[in-house]
Nanobody, 114 residues
Framework: QVNLVESGGGLVQPGGSLRLSCAAS??????????WYWYRQAPGKQRELVAS???????YYADSVNGRFTIYRDNAKNTVYLQMNSLKPENASVYSC??????WGRGTQVTVSS
């Protein structure tokens, strides 16, 4: 069974950076032809799509993060990353990865506070 394991969340000051990772647990499983997504959900708010990356590496970003966040993938490691720069307090949320609208990670907390 394929599971997604996230890492990299934590506490960061405004203006700081974090890199989130999400890896598929089974090494024999290939994600090359799948779309990766990062979502976030803050308390009391709806889940929103933050970024996605297609097999051909075309990307999508929500307007609120465009220019500050970068999504990229390493197919050899079955892993997707979300580099988050210039973080703002409003970026604090639980970030979850999703593979092909099929598998979800459990989420990782990002807190932005001084």
């Amino acid at each position: 069974q394929v599971n997604l394991v996230e890492s990299g969340g934590g506490l960061v000051q405004p203006g700081g950076s974090l890199r989130l990772s999400c890896a598929a647990s089974e090494s024999i499983f290939r994600t090359d032809d799948m779309v990766w997504y990062w979502y976030r959900q803050a308390p009391g708010k709806q889940r929103e799509l933050v970024a996605s990356i297609a097999p051909g590496r075309s990307t999508y970003y929500a307007d609120s993060v465009n220019g500050r966040f970068t999504i990229y993938r390493d197919n050899a490691k079955n892993t997707v990353y979300l580099q988050m720069n210039s973080l703002k307090p409003e970026n604090a949320s639980v970030y979850s990865c999703n593979l092909n609208q099929w598998k979800w990670g459990r989420g990782t907390q990002v807190t932005v506070s001084s």
